[in-house]
T-cell receptor, first 114, second 114 residues
Framework: GENVEQHPSTLSVQEGDSAVIKCTYS??????FPWYKQELGKRPQLIID?????GEKKDQRIAVTLNKTAKHFSLHITETQPEDSAVYFC?????????????FGKGTKLSVKP | GAGVSQSPRYKVAKRGQDVALRCDPI?????LFWYQQALGQGPEFLTY????????KSGLPSDRFFAERPEGSVSTLKIQRTQQEDSAVYLC????????????FGPGTRLLVL
């Protein structure tokens, strides 16, 4: 089955700087990689996802890159703002996507200092 | 439109009590997932449904956990004879189809077993 590792576990940046979070996965058949943002006491919310037919996807200040050969994908946040402070989770599909459930990383707590 | 809703939002149970947690998915969503999130961790898969069929329950930690979705819409996660280690946030998510689709999470039910 799939194994997802995420690092760093905590990340502190100054407002305006960039933040990068990396995840690796084990199942080469995996083909869908979402990123979720979870604020304290709130539900996880999808912020961006990428599918295996593309290598990069951008949405304003957020981008995700995928390297299928190396089996890793990364979240990039540019021009960070205090409201970006939250826990971010990467995920990959269980059993390479033959089923619907996701395997999540352990999360990265991002703190953006004003 | 309305998102995924869960009730109750908070539940305190005495050890040994039975609890029932409800999930109302987004209308029309075929797939429904239950995850358990321990403090400071990522969501961990419990079980999922496609319509009323429970396709995978391999993540349920013990036979005290039972989930159903009899009419293919609302789902209930039941925990019998609760133990302290059951304390966690139980998240429900739904998606339009089963594979490689965005999963939308509910706010979760925070269960505390005393």
């Amino acid at each position: 089955g799939e194994n997802v590792e995420q690092h760093p576990s905590t990340l502190s940046v100054q407002e305006g700087d960039s933040a990068v979070i990396k995840c690796t996965y084990s199942d080469s058949a995996s083909n869908y990689f979402p990123w979720y943002k979870q604020e304290l006491g709130k539900r996880p919310q999808l912020i961006i996802d990428i599918r295996s037919n593309v290598g990069e996807k951008k949405d304003q200040r957020i981008a995700v890159t995928l390297n299928k050969t190396a089996k890793h994908f990364s979240l990039h946040i540019t021009e960070t703002q205090p409201e970006d402070s939250a826990v971010y989770f990467c995920a990959a599909p269980w059993r390479g996507g033959s089923q619907g459930n996701l395997i999540f990383g352990k999360g990265t707590k991002l703190s953006v200092k004003p | 439109g309305a998102g995924v809703s869960q009730s109750p939002r908070y539940k305190v149970a005495k050890r040994g009590q039975d609890v029932a947690l409800r999930c109302d998915p987004i209308s029309g969503h075929v797939s429904l997932f239950w995850y358990q999130q321990a403090l400071g961790q990522g969501p961990e898969f419990l079980t999922y449904f496609q319509n009323e069929a429970q396709l995978d329950k391999s993540g349920l930690p013990s036979d005290r956990f039972f989930a159903e979705r009899p009419e293919g819409s609302v789902s209930t996660l039941k925990i019998q004879r609760t133990q302290q280690e059951d304390s966690a946030v139980y998240l429900c998510a739904s998606s339009l189809q089963l594979k490689q689709e965005t999963q939308y999470f509910g706010p979760g039910t925070r269960l505390l077993v005393l």
